[in-house]
């Protein structure tokens, strides 16, 4: 089944990287795109109109998390993601598979599908291939995932890694097949998932694997989980040798500013990640000139906003000094303007990255933010 009211058209290339327009029923996402994380329908602190202003094109839900509560038939009760949040854009829904890792102390796995003990009161909840589409598509999202098993790599242990990895690979691909036959809504999209560990040739099988199931779009799972960052370009450079160029690519998880242009390098259209608000309730901001640890105390009296070249709402109208205050006596109201600028410091990156593209200068834009990569403001 192919969804009606999706399609993906490449609009420029410089090298493997590339820029395009994703369709989508709820609107076009202009691509390389980055995911604002509202993994229970909300981005933490920040306000859909907000989320608007600062460039978000698309979303991401997490389906565990909302079956667990408010649960699907509430939403779609409430008109689906869409008419429950009041964002009117795309959504994507993660099918619950990082759970394997996030909940791998409260989880039991077999064949059929996965067991959780919920943390919030110990209720025993499961997600099968066939469920979480069937959860997702009640959701309403524009792009639901395949339940995969995401495996966290172990290299200390390596005969046994060696077997489990491609045991982890071999049930997602068998997890595909019963996915796409599950599916039964054609006004939405569904993604297949590589996995295959640390394992090159494991990556390339997944990936040929899940072609031949026949999607509308393909994700790298299972990465940013420790490797290094060379492994993982290698990892996902043997992955998109599979994939076909005319299907939207997608990292799953990884948000920092060189791990997005190393994997837009290699020709990746998508992005998700908490990175942005993560680091932003803690402090953390991602800047032009390096990361700001906005909590040190030298910033006491600075009166220069976070980062000078930034357009968000925040450098516009908030000092160092007024910010290091709100994040050092936990007033949340720092925390959201920490978490803004670092979300528009993000969605601007990969603007800057469409026009590089665009122009043919997408390797000047690595180099610099590669050179920040280590610089501290």
């Not at 999202?141 to 489990?164: G, N, Q, T, W």
């Not at 996902?236 to 998880?253: C, D, S």
């Amino acid at each position: 089944m192919k969804a009606s009211g999706f399609c993906f058209e490449v609009t420029a290339r410089d090298g493997a990287a590339r820029s395009g327009r994703l369709a989508t029923p709820h609107g076009v996402v202009e691509t390389p795109a980055f995911m604002c994380v509202a993994t229970y329908g909300a981005v933490r602190g920040v306000s859909m109109p907000v989320l608007e202003g600062l460039g978000a094109q698309i979303l991401l839900a997490n389906t565990y998390h909302l079956h667990e509560r408010p649960g699907e038939d509430t939403i779609a009760g409430l008109g689906g993601l869409h008419g429950f949040s009041g964002f009117g854009g795309p959504w994507l829904t993660d099918s619950g598979g990082y759970q394997v890792t996030s909940l791998a102390d409260r989880m039991q796995l077999d064949e059929d599908g996965i067991t959780f003990s919920s943390p919030l009161d110990g209720t025993r909840r499961s997600l099968t291939p066939e469920s979480a589409i069937a959860i997702q598509e009640k959701l309403g999202a524009d792009i639901a995932m395949v339940l995969d098993v995401c495996h966290r790599p172990r290299p200390d242990a390596k005969e046994s890694e060696s077997r489990r990895m491609r045991e982890a690979m071999e049930q997602t691909l068998r997890w595909a097949r019963r996915s796409a036959a599950a599916r039964s809504r054609p006004d939405q999209a569904v993604f297949g998932i590589v996995q295959g560990g640390l394992s090159a040739e494991l990556r390339r099988t997944s990936a040929a694997g899940t072609v031949d199931v026949g999607f509308d779009g393909y994700a790298h799972g299972g990465l940013g989980l420790g490797e290094p960052r060379s492994q993982r370009g290698e990892l996902i450079e043997a992955a998109q040798a599979a994939l076909p160029e005319e299907r939207p690519r997608y990292l799953m998880g990884l948000g920092h500013p060189i791990d997005l242009v190393d994997a837009v390098a290699a020709g990746v259209d998508l992005f998700d990640c908490v990175v942005p608000t993560r680091n932003g309730r803690h402090g953390v901001l991602f800047t032009s000139r390096g990361r700001l640890q906005a909590k040190s105390a030298r910033f006491r009296d600075d009166p220069r906003p976070p980062d000078p070249d930034c357009d968000c709402a925040t450098c516009s109208r908030v000092s160092r000094g007024y910010l290091r205050h709100l994040l050092s006596i936990g007033e949340s109201l720092g925390a959201q303007l920490a978490s803004v600028h670092n979300l528009r410091f993000t969605l601007r990156l990969l603007e800057r990255a469409r026009a590089a593209i665009a122009a043919g200068t997408f390797a000047a834009l690595r180099r610099e933010v590669a050179a920040l990569e280590d610089a501290r403001v």
